[in-house]
């Protein structure tokens, strides 16, 4: 109870100080900014919530960390031969957080990292969510405000987006189970639904056609990958005015198997489907 009547009232002062910025003069919500951003942090709010309706976005959490990088002072950090200038933190203590990171994987404070997850040499940025036993491969990126569900493999280069701005964006979201091969990219608040397989170079974007192929007739999505779909890179022909061309779309070509626990589907569908990762 004391927990929510926190939240109403950070959320109340935060939406305050987004119509009146003059407002961030008092500590009183310079103190709000900085304790949203604490409270995202540590996994107890967070930018999008699960419900039994589906994903809600909390406007005011997005507010609240564009706010932060107006109060923040810039501040030099230096590591020889290397140095950076910069307004935010980073995560620390890992060890305690029970998350491993491999050098040189980098989260900022404000972004939650749950326990068992690995980083490897990766980028977290601000406001996103990376739930337990997740992995963040080699030179992947996970965007401001992106949310990662359970188990997820985000794949070498991996380019999940980000998305403060617009203001009225949904992030990128990942659920439990997900296995993103290899240089996929998922921008622009595309939803992945539990235990998809994309396969290497899927790039999904709001405009991407999400085709069915997998039955006697096409069935075309936007937006969102449904659950257990596996799916590789396609082309569908376009015409333009200087004539007809192809166009990327992303080819859902079948599911992963029920019968069996997720690393023996995982295999399967890159198996069956011969789907590169």
């Not at 119509?19 to 310079?30: A, G, I, P, Q, V």
């Not at 992947?140 to 403060?164: N, R």
Request: charged fraction near 20%.
């Amino acid at each position: 109870m004391f927990a929510k009547k926190l939240s109403m009232s950070l959320q109340v002062q935060i939406q305050e100080a987004w119509s009146n910025r003059e407002l961030l003069k008092d500590s009183k919500y310079t103190d709000a900014v900085k304790a949203v951003i604490e409270e995202v942090d540590k996994g107890r709010l967070r930018v999008a919530s699960p419900t039994d309706n589906g994903w809600v976005v909390n406007e005011w959490v997005k507010q609240a960390i564009l706010l932060y990088f107006g109060v923040q002072q810039m501040q030099t950090w230096t590591l020889p031969p290397f140095e950076f200038y910069d307004k935010m933190l980073l995560k620390s203590n890992y060890k305690e957080l029970g998350v491993r990171a491999v050098p040189h994987a980098v989260a900022r404070y404000g972004a939650y990292i749950a326990k068992n997850v690995v980083l490897m040499p990766s980028y977290v940025n601000i406001g996103a969510f990376v739930d337990e036993g997740s992995m963040v491969d080699t030179w992947a990126t996970v965007g401001s405000c992106a949310q990662i569900g359970k188990g997820v493999h985000l794949s070498g280069g991996v380019g999940i987006g980000g998305v403060l701005e617009p203001l009225q964006a949904s992030p990128v979201i990942i659920e439990d189970g997900c296995f993103i091969g290899s240089r996929c990219i998922v921008v622009e608040g595309v939803v992945v639904e539990k235990e998809a397989v994309l396969g290497a170079n899927v790039v999904l974007t709001q405009s991407t056609k999400i085709i069915d192929v997998s039955g006697s007739e096409p069935i075309e999505y936007k937006g969102r990958v449904p659950a257990r779909s596996v799916v590789i890179p396609g082309s569908y022909t376009k015409k333009f005015n200087a004539g007809e061309y192809q166009v990327s779309c992303a080819l859902i070509i079948g599911q992963r198997k029920a019968s069996t626990d997720l690393k023996t589907s995982l295999n399967d569908a890159l198996r069956e489907f011969n789907v590169s990762a």
